[in-house]
């Protein structure tokens, strides 16, 4: 199977920082990693996937380092607004051609006003 | 588009009684699965299905059933529901192309409690 961790289990950043959430996993073959946000009380929902043949990924306010040398992916989020007070995980797929997503423990992110 | 949703928001069962989560999706997506999230703890995935008549069991599948009878529904059966199974249970559907997974999109979620 997949071990997936996270680094730190909450963060806290003053609104406008930059955050750093970080993620580990152990299968060298996986190839497609995704971080999703998870609001109190609902569903996760995707912010930005990367797959393996890239290193960097950028959307709006955030972006996605991979680095496959050490299994390693973090979500950098710019200007960290209260809004995105939440719980991020990072889910990896196992191996190419399945679509079973390991997901870590998440990161409690809180932005202080 | 109502994306993926789920029936019951909320649900208590007695051990041993048994229940079908619902779930429905309107996006014409290929594949449904089915996750359970413990307290504190990351999504574990129960079942999944890469589309109608075909299922498949994930990570931690003992106490539960699937089916799949239409690309749209993917219910998911406790037959002897134990107290180990309180949980949040999520739903979620992606769609394969050209052998291309995209991003799996997540219901609200179902929160059984087991007593």
């Known amino acids: 199977g997949e071990s997936v961790g996270l680094h730190l289990p909450t963060l806290s950043v003053q609104e406008g920082d930059n955050s750093i959430i970080n993620c580990a996993y152990s299968?060298?073959?996986?190839?497609?990693f995704i971080w999703y946000k998870q609001e109190s009380g609902k569903g996760p929902q995707f912010i930005i996937d990367?797959?393996?043949?890239?290193d960097k990924r950028q959307g709006q306010r955030v972006t996605v380092l991979l680095n496959k040398t050490v299994k390693h992916l973090s979500l950098q989020i710019a200007a960290t607004q209260p809004g995105d007070s939440a719980v991020y995980f990072c889910a990896v797929r196992g191996q190419t051609g399945a679509n079973n997503l390991f997901f870590g423990t998440g990161t409690r992110l809180t932005v202080i006003p | 588009n109502a994306g993926v949703t789920q029936t019951p928001k909320f649900r208590i069962l007695k051990i041993g009684q048994s229940m079908t989560l619902q779930c429905a999706q309107d996006?014409?997506?290929?594949?449904m699965y089915w996750y359970r999230q413990d307290p504190g703890m990351g999504l574990k995935l129960i079942y999944y299905s890469v589309g109608a008549g075909i299922t498949d069991k994930g990570e931690v599948p003992n106490g539960y059933n699937v089916s799949r009878s239409t690309t749209e529904d993917f219910p998911l059966r406790l037959e002897l529901a134990a107290p180990s199974q309180t949980s949040v249970y999520f739903c979620a559907s992606s769609y394969r192309t050209g052998g291309i997974h995209n991003e799996q999109f997540f219901g609200p979620g179902t929160r059984l409690t087991v007593l």
């Open positions: 996006m014409n997506h290929n594949y």
């Open positions: 990367i797959r393996s043949n890239m």
């Open positions: 299968n060298s073959a996986s190839d497609y």
